[in-house]
């Protein structure tokens, strides 16, 4: 029993200086200016880059599996960006307090809105098919600031003092989160009441929660979440990246015409192709914006019975 509450109140301290490190960190970049903010988020993830050496490791290993044509030396440069864009999803997440409708503009510009509405035209429900890409937090935010609301998938952080402070600032605009435990059931309500839904579809899964479809030309376990709602509902999916330009110094919240669905009636084989077809899409932009998708995360963990691990 004495180990037992040792262990707790050991739990509940680390609980409690997490939250005040997440605090900290956020209430430190929201005070200061974006053009102080950027360079210091710029510094820290300079020093994640070299400290974190497990992350790095995966995301070389990642690079070298996606694009085995590219030297060593631009596998690290493109990583490095990996950390830069992680520096700067810091920053504008800190900042979304005070954004509003009338200066999101400044920061974030719609491309391809007319898809959006599109697909909420036809009266299904729209599912805006994203990844970890860019400052992924502020597409979604940065899109519910514009006027235009949705709901999205968590998956709760462990520590809930971290958890409630994240939900606090994500939801500002009006975005409503969907637990994971109801995740099906709410989402099958919101899209048949042609509601947009937000999915992160481009992690690794298990082998019961996704199919084996290439990514980079390598078979990745993803996720058939998307495919199975779209063919169930009728849904239009409208793939969705935050994309930082550089030379306009804004972000470009880009917006695809809703993809057309493979429907032969085979339900499992419709399922298997479009998650295929979601995974070329998303492929195309990481080729294109190498350096804003998530390279550390190890996409390709899972892997078919049988076949050994590539990490």
């Known amino acids: 029993m004495k180990y037992v509450k040792i262990a707790r109140m050991r739990a509940a301290i680390k609980e409690v200086i997490e939250y005040g490190l997440a605090r900290l960190l956020l209430k430190t970049f929201g005070v200061l200016p ?3 903010a950027l360079p210091a988020a710029a510094t820290v993830a300079w020093l994640g880059f070299h400290l974190a050496r497990r992350q790095r490791q995966a995301g070389l290993r990642n690079l070298q599996l996606a694009m085995p044509a590219l ?21 504008e997440f800190s900042h979304f307090p005070e954004l509003t409708k009338g200066n999101i503009s400044e920061f974030v510009v719609h491309d391809g809105l007319e898809n959006y509405l599109e ?3 036809r009266g299904r429900g729209v599912i805006f098919m994203t990844a970890h890409f860019g400052a992924w ?7 519910s600031v514009y006027g235009y609301p949705l709901k999205f998938i968590v998956r709760p952080i462990d ?3 971290v958890e409630s402070l994240i939900s606090q600032y994500r939801t500002i605009g009006g975005n409503v989160p969907i637990q994971r435990k109801s995740a099906a059931r709410d989402i099958i309500r919101a899209l048949r009441q042609n509601q947009a839904v937000g999915i992160l579809f481009d992690q690794n899964t298990t082998r019961d929660e996704g199919v084996f479809v290439d990514f980079f030309g390598v078979p990745a376990a993803t996720t058939t979440a998307i495919a199975t709602f779209a063919l169930r509902t009728g849904a239009a999916v409208l793939p969705g990246f935050l994309i930082w330009e550089k030379s306009l110094g804004k972000h470009r919240l880009q917006f695809d015409p809703p993809v057309k669905l493979v429907e032969t009636g085979d339900l499992a084989h419709d399922v298997a192709e479009n998650t295929r077809l979601f995974n070329q899409i998303l492929e195309g932009y990481v080729r294109k914006y190498p350096d804003q998708w998530l390279w550390i995360h190890r996409r390709w963990k899972t892997r078919p019975e049988g076949e050994e691990s590539i990490y």
Do not use: K, T, Y
Not at 137 to 143: D, M, N, R, V
């Open 34 to 36: 974006r053009r102080i």
């Open 71 to 91: 030297d060593q030396a631009e596998r690290e440069r493109i990583l490095r960006g990996c950390f830069q864009n992680l520096g700067r999803l810091l920053v």
């Open 119 to 121: 697909g909420l035209r």
């Open 137 to 143: 937090e502020l597409s979604s935010f940065a899109h």
């Open 159 to 161: 520590n809930p003092r």
